[in-house]
Nanobody, 123 residues
């Protein structure tokens, strides 16, 4: 599985961005998907995850109510809609895939990572 993330950029505080992640292969619908981020000088952290079917979503407290994760299994795509962006959301954002939703939620032993896309929020 290869993951290609895009959609990052520079935005003012309060603005919005939509990240996209395209997945190769025919096993997309069998994998839970997630987004993580890493700010300069900090460890990579969990942002959001979505179950294989898309019925269940999970968010870090810091983004709950502002970000929304979704997926389109017919297109092998996962999205992260980010609203009301804050300067502290500035980071490189990575999409990830795993057969285990638990691995994504714990951020450990994750099967596949995308290459990352930079999000910068100016104050």
């Amino acid at each position: 599985v290869q993951l290609q993330a895009c959609g990052g950029g520079l935005v003012q505080a309060g603005g919005s961005l939509r990240l996209s992640c395209a997945a190769s292969g025919r096993t997309f619908s069998s994998r839970a998907m997630g987004w993580f981020r890493q700010a300069p000088g900090k460890e990579r952290e969990f942002v959001a995850a979505i179950s294989r079917s898309g019925d269940s979503t999970y968010y870090a407290d810091s983004v709950k109510g502002r970000f929304a994760i979704s997926r389109d299994n017919a297109k092998n795509m996962v999205y992260l809609q980010m609203n009301s962006l804050k300067p502290e959301d500035t980071a490189v954002y990575y999409c990830a895939a795993d057969t285990s939703l638990g691995s994504l939620l714990r951020g450990v032993r994750i099967d596949y990572w995308g290459q990352g896309t930079q999000v910068t929020v100016s104050s």
